[in-house]
């Protein structure tokens, strides 16, 4: 019952800020214990893990991307946000957001967007 669907610009040029929403539908991201993710694919690779919004709006980000990374959520609006910023051509992708089950000793991501292709060129 759970519908994630994410939305923005599907062409963003070298050096700008990627802007991603995921808006949800059928549960709160306010609701205990779940958390909020954003994945992404890139060209013949497999899926990368970006970072995560929780239940109570706290972030954490991939080592690898969480200078360039900010996450948030507008719980009116029941939607939470990717920004990343200064994006080269190795940042196209197709971005995904999904809910994560989070569990002591394994959590699960149970529900995901259709996902979204973006694209960095000028």
């Known amino acids: 019952q759970v519908l994630l669907q994410e939305s923005g610009p599907g062409l963003v040029k070298p050096s700008h800020t990627l802007s991603l929403t995921c808006t949800v539908s059928g549960g709160s991201i306010t609701t205990n214990y779940y958390y909020w993710t954003w994945v992404r694919q890139r060209p013949g690779k497999g899926l990368e893990w970006i970072g995560t919004i929780t239940y109570i709006g706290s972030t954490s980000y991939s080592p690898s991307l969480q200078s360039r990374t900010s996450i948030a959520r507008d719980t009116a609006k029941n939607q939470f946000t990717l920004q990343l910023t200064s994006v080269t051509a190795e940042d196209t992708a197709v971005y995904y957001c999904?809910?994560?089950?989070?569990?002591?000793?394994?959590?699960?991501?149970?529900?995901w967007g259709q996902g979204t292709q973006v694209t960095v060129s000028s």
């Open positions: 999904a809910r994560v089950v989070w569990r002591p000793e394994v959590s699960e991501l149970d529900y």
